[in-house]
Structures are given as structure tokens and as C-alpha cells.
């Protein structure tokens, strides 16, 4: 167990909707990543937050936000969603704002978009 | 953008046997993470190497920052050891984290 949790763990929607994924970071942790893992791209950054503001911004589109909240959990809103947003969303924590810091990956969301 | 290769795309091994995946990257970096995804989707921090090399376990991890390579070595390997295993280089620059596609082991016993 890494410590960091995500909600839901599953979530099936239709094209067009909106959704939020949560993510709570390990206690102690004010960086929050936010990756994307399809059958056909792989791996993705799509955005990091650290202690309520945005640090580094990666492959997220337009139709993507996210938030870091002040108690340090972070959303990552999807809109307009489409059957190629189907994929796994991760969530990671760090301690620190640097790539050289151990991040903590939480179990993931599996979105369906049907 | 930082392309990075890794090697082999898939292993299949016997039990007991020296496993070695290899990582190159195209743009110089600081930092280089190691990741284990298993079959549940679940993705483990193995190593972050910034130089040198780093040992935990049966798990070795080497980096040669200057030519832009690393590896990852598993001594006496099992069957717990079949996963998926990600090379992401990175090092906190304004882009994050790139990952390569992954080698997909699978130690047979």
C-alpha cells in the first residue's frame, strides 16, 4: 500500500459527459502528479501540482483540468469525453517539487467511456 | 521531447535466471525512475538514479547519464517477479516525466 488513494476505482460514462477523479497524496506529500495509461499511447504526464499550484504541465488537453486543494488532495476534471479518453488515470505523491523525488503511485481509476 | 527506447519489448524466462532490461533516452536528464507495473495495474516505485548504481533486494539498477543509458538487472529471477517494468526519465524540468513502453517479463518456473 503507497499510501495514496484514488476514487472511484472504476467509472463507466457516455461520450459527451464530464467527470472528477480523486486523488488523496501520502501524508506529508505536496506534489501531486496526474498520468494517463492507454492501450495505444502508454504512459502520459499530464500535469503536476505542488502544495495548491501548478508546477509542470504535460499531454493534458484542453478538455482536462485539474485542482490541488488547500488539505492537499488533488481532481482532475475530464470533459466532453470522448471513447479515446478511455484509459487508466493515475495519481502519484511526492514530497518534494523535483523529478528526483520518489513518487508514490495510487491504484488507479479505470475510466470506460462508452 | 525526450524519446525514450527500451529493451527487450518482451522476456520470458526460466527461474533463477540473470534478467537484464535495458533503457535509452535522448535528451540529458537528472534523474531517471524505474517503475514494476503487475497484472493488476498497480504501478511500484523501484529506483530513482540520478548517478551510478543502486541496489535493493535481487534488484539492481545502473545509469550512465553521459550516454544516456540504463539498466535494470534481476538476479536469480521468480516467477513473482513478471510484470511490466517502465524506465522514466525525467528530472524536474517544465514536461515531467517520460516513460518508455515498457518490457513485459515473465519468469516461468
Known amino acids: 500500500d503507497s499510501g495514496v488513494t484514488q476514487t472511484p476505482k472504476h467509472l463507466i460514462t457516455a461520450t459527451g459527459q464530464r467527470v472528477t477523479l480523486r486523488c488523496s497524496p501520502r501524508?506529508?506529500?505536496?506534489?501531486v502528479y496526474w498520468y494517463q495509461q492507454s492501450l495505444d499511447q502508454g504512459l502520459q504526464f499530464l500535469i503536476q501540482?505542488?502544495?495548491?499550484?501548478?508546477?509542470a504541465k504535460g499531454n493534458i488537453l484542453e478538455r482536462f483540468s485539474a485542482q490541488q486543494f488547500p488539505d492537499l488532495h488533488s481532481e482532475l476534471n475530464l470533459s466532453s469525453l470522448e471513447l479515446g479518453d478511455s484509459a487508466l488515470y493515475f495519481c502519484?505523491?511526492?514530497?518534494?517539487?523535483?523529478?528526483?523525488?520518489?513518487?508514490?503511485f495510487g491504484p488507479g481509476t479505470r475510466l470506460t467511456v462508452l | 521531447k525526450n524519446e525514450v527506447e527500451q529493451s527487450p519489448q518482451n522476456l520470458t524466462a526460466q527461474e533463477g535466471e540473470f534478467i537484464t532490461i535495458n533503457c535509452s533516452y535522448s535528451?540529458?536528464?537528472?534523474?531517471l525512475h524505474w517503475l514494476q507495473q503487475h497484472p493488476g495495474g498497480g504501478i511500484v516505485s523501484l529506483f530513482m538514479?540520478?548517478?551510478g548504481k543502486k541496489k535493493h533486494g535481487r534488484l539492481i539498477a545502473t545509469i550512465n547519464i553521459q550516454e544516456k543509458h540504463s539498466s535494470l538487472h534481476i538476479t536469480a529471477s521468480h516467477p513473482r517477479d513478471s510484470a511490466v517494468y517502465i524506465c522514466?526519465?525525467?528530472?524536474?524540468?517544465?514536461?515531467?516525466?517520460?516513460f518508455g513502453k515498457g518490457t513485459h517479463l515473465i519468469i516461468q518456473p
Open positions: 538514479l540520478s548517478s
Open positions: 522514466a526519465p525525467g528530472g524536474g524540468g517544465a514536461d515531467g516525466l517520460t
Open positions: 502519484a505523491s511526492s514530497v518534494g517539487s523535483r523529478g528526483t523525488d520518489t513518487q508514490y
Open positions: 535528451v540529458g536528464i537528472s534523474a
Open positions: 501524508s506529508g506529500d505536496l506534489s
Open positions: 501540482y505542488y502544495n495548491g499550484e501548478e508546477r
